[in-house]
Nanobody
Framework: VQLQASGGGLVQPGGSLRLSCAGS????????IGWFRQGPGKEREGVSC????????YYADSVKGRFTISRDNAKRTVYLQMNSLKPEDTALYYC????????????????WGQGTQVTVSS
C-alpha cells in the first residue's frame, strides 16, 4: 500500500475531524498530495492539495476557510483538518498523488489509497 487514508468517522454538524494520509516508501518525498471526496449521488470532487514542499496549497470553494491541509514529510504524512463540518461534507475521502497549483487540483495516475468515510449528521 503506497497511500493510506485514516481519521474518518461520524461527527455532528459544526464538529471537526482530522484526516491523515500516510505514505510508504518515498511516495510523499516528491509528490504533491491531494484530497478528493465522493458523496452519495455526487461526482468526485477535488477538495484540497499541497505541493511536495508545502509551498503551494489549493482549496475548493466549498471548503475554503473551513479545511486546512498540511504535511509532515519527516512522518511521511499529509493532514486535512476539517472544521465547521456540514452534512454536505459527508463523503468517502481519499488521498492521491496529484498535480497541485494555487488554483487547480488534478489527480495523477501514480498513487492513491483506499478512502476513509466521513459522515456529518446529527
Amino acid at each position: 500500500v503506497q497511500l493510506q487514508a485514516s481519521g474518518g468517522g461520524l461527527v455532528q454538524p459544526g464538529g471537526s475531524l482530522r484526516l491523515s494520509c500516510a505514505g510508504s516508501g518515498s511516495v510523499l518525498d516528491y509528490y504533491a498530495i491531494g484530497w478528493f471526496r465522493q458523496g452519495p449521488g455526487k461526482e468526485r470532487e477535488g477538495v484540497s492539495c499541497i505541493s511536495h514542499n508545502a509551498a503551494t496549497t489549493y482549496y475548493a470553494d466549498s471548503v475554503k476557510g473551513r479545511f486546512t491541509i498540511s504535511r509532515d514529510n519527516a512522518k511521511r504524512t499529509v493532514y486535512l483538518q476539517m472544521n465547521s463540518l456540514k452534512p454536505e461534507d459527508t463523503a468517502l475521502y481519499y488521498c492521491a498523488t496529484s498535480f497541485c497549483g494555487s488554483d487547480y487540483l488534478q489527480q495523477d495516475d501514480d498513487y492513491w489509497g483506499q478512502g476513509t468515510q466521513v459522515t456529518v449528521s446529527s
